[in-house]
């Protein structure tokens, strides 16, 4: 696909889109099921996906494209192309779950990944297995770090001016 903006040449997010719903299937049914499940026309649908002359697929359609796959596919495709990573947040729980507790559980998650990491490197070179586990092992400390901030935002109070 071309740039409106004459910087580069930007992947289809629609076609993206397209793809997963022909090919991959991530909840597991199919195309038409899947549109008849949520009460959407099949055939304007695929005209849309796949950018028959006329169609257009607007960007209001994707959250709900995502619900209907049960998959976060495309904002992991877009975080990507912007050199990102996407990952939802665990639920935090602050009454049951305390700041305390997390702050633990991000310790110990940023040291395996620490470890997995240093076990791995310590010859100079990373397997494309290795690096999957310490990618793993990452993104849980992340995910770690991203609850701890979480469960802080929802214990934050606004400071009084008289104190």
Not at 2 to 30: A, E, I, Q
Not at 57 to 84: C, I, T, Y
Request: hydrophobic content about 45%.
């Amino acid at each position: 696909m071309t740039s409106n903006f004459g910087l580069k040449n930007y992947p289809s997010l629609t076609g993206y889109c397209h793809h997963l719903l022909v090919n991959v299937m991530p909840n597991g049914l199919n195309a038409k099921t899947n549109f008849i499940r949520v009460g959407v026309e099949y055939q304007t649908a695929m005209s849309e996906l796949s950018r028959q002359r006329g169609h257009k697929w607007g960007a209001d359609n994707l959250l709900p494209f995502m619900d209907m796959l049960d998959s976060d596919a495309p904002v992991e495709f877009l975080a990507e192309e912007r050199g990102g990573v996407f990952f939802k947040l665990p639920a935090a729980q602050v009454p049951t779950k305390s700041m305390t507790i997390q702050l633990a559980n991000t310790v110990k998650e940023c040291s395996e990944a620490a470890a997995v990491a240093a076990a791995h490197i310590i010859d100079g070179r990373v397997t494309k297995a290795e690096f999957a586990v310490f990618k793993k092992e990452n993104r849980e400390a992340i995910a770690a770090l991203l609850a701890l901030e979480h469960l802080m935002e929802q214990a934050s109070v606004e400071e009084s001016r008289d104190e």
